[in-house]
């Protein structure tokens, strides 16, 4: 079966950094667009990033830009999140998520067919 595993969350300072790593098996890799969402307490699950098969083409949520990226490595069926100059509202659940859709609009939940179980990023003040 599908399985997308998420690591790397942890407790850091602000104006920290983390990379969070998604560790996918049990499909094609390389057919899927991988994406990441976040869910913080009492909040919707909200969209960060998502990067289409191939690496080729990311799209990000307007206010990440700049201090997030997401890459991967279908070699290692692994999608990436590197997070920079980290905030204490970006204090959440993190999810990676897979789709296996063509390209298009990839920002909402309903548009991925399989999720990781997240990996909690805290950052304090």
């Known amino acids: 079966q599908v399985q997308l595993v998420e690591s790397g969350g942890g407790l850091v300072q602000a104006g920290g950094s983390l990379r969070l790593s998604c560790a996918a098996s049990g499909l094609t890799f390389n057919h899927y667009n991988m994406g990441w969402f976040r869910q913080a307490p009492g909040k919707e699950r909200e969209f960060v990033a998502v990067?289409?098969?191939?690496?080729?083409?990311?799209d990000y949520a307007d206010s990440l830009k700049g201090r997030f990226t997401i890459s991967r490595d279908n070699a290692k069926n692994t999608v990436y999140l590197q997070m920079n100059s980290l905030k204490p509202e970006d204090t959440a659940v993190y999810y990676c998520a897979a789709d296996q859709r063509g390209w298009g609009t990839k920002r909402l939940p309903s548009e991925y067919d399989y999720w990781g179980q997240g990996t909690q990023v805290t950052v304090s003040s």
């Open positions: 990067i289409n098969w191939s690496g080729g083409i990311t």
